[in-house]
C-alpha cells in the first residue's frame, strides 16, 4: 500500500465536470491539513484547494466558484469536485497532507503525497 492514491481524473470538454478522490492507506489524516495540487507542463506545482483540520476551505482565485473540496473522515479520504472546467485547468493533479492550518499557498508544507491523476479539458 501507499500513503495517498487518487483517482477521478480523465478527458472532459470545457465546461464539464469531474470529481477527484484520494484515499489514505492505513493512518488517519483527521489532524492533518489536506489539499489538492496540480502541476501544468514546464510549470510549478500550486495549490488548488486546501481544506484544514477545522474544515475550512482555502481555493486559489481561479478555482473559487468552481471547485468545492470536502473530506470524509470516517472513510479517510479526501474529494475535489470540478466543474466548468476550462482548459488552463489541464494538470497532473496531486493530493497532499500538511500541517493543520495550511492554505492553498503552502505547497512547501504538505509532505504526504499520491502519485497524481492526469485532468485533461479540450476547448
Known amino acids: 500500500q501507499v500513503p495517498l492514491v487518487e483517482s477521478g481524473g480523465g478527458s472532459v470538454q470545457a465546461g464539464g465536470s469531474l470529481r477527484l478522490s484520494c484515499t489514505a492507506s492505513?493512518?488517519?489524516?483527521?489532524?492533518?491539513?489536506m489539499g489538492w495540487f496540480r502541476q501544468a507542463p514546464g510549470k510549478e506545482r500550486e495549490g488548488v484547494a486546501v481544506?484544514?483540520?477545522?474544515?475550512?476551505?482555502t481555493y486559489r482565485d481561479s478555482a473559487k466558484g468552481r471547485f468545492t473540496i470536502s473530506r470524509d473522515n470516517a472513510k479517510n479520504a479526501l474529494y475535489l469536485q470540478m466543474n466548468s472546467l476550462k482548459p488552463e485547468d489541464t494538470a497532473t493533479y496531486y493530493c497532499?497532507?500538511?500541517?493543520?492550518?495550511?492554505?492553498?499557498?503552502?505547497?512547501?508544507?504538505?509532505?504526504?503525497w499520491g502519485q497524481g491523476t492526469q485532468v485533461t479539458v479540450s476547448a
Open positions: 497532499g497532507a500538511g500541517p493543520f492550518y495550511s492554505t492553498y499557498e503552502d505547497v512547501a508544507n504538505f509532505d504526504h
Open positions: 492505513g493512518y488517519r489524516y483527521t489532524s492533518y491539513c
Open positions: 481544506i484544514d483540520g477545522d474544515g475550512h476551505s
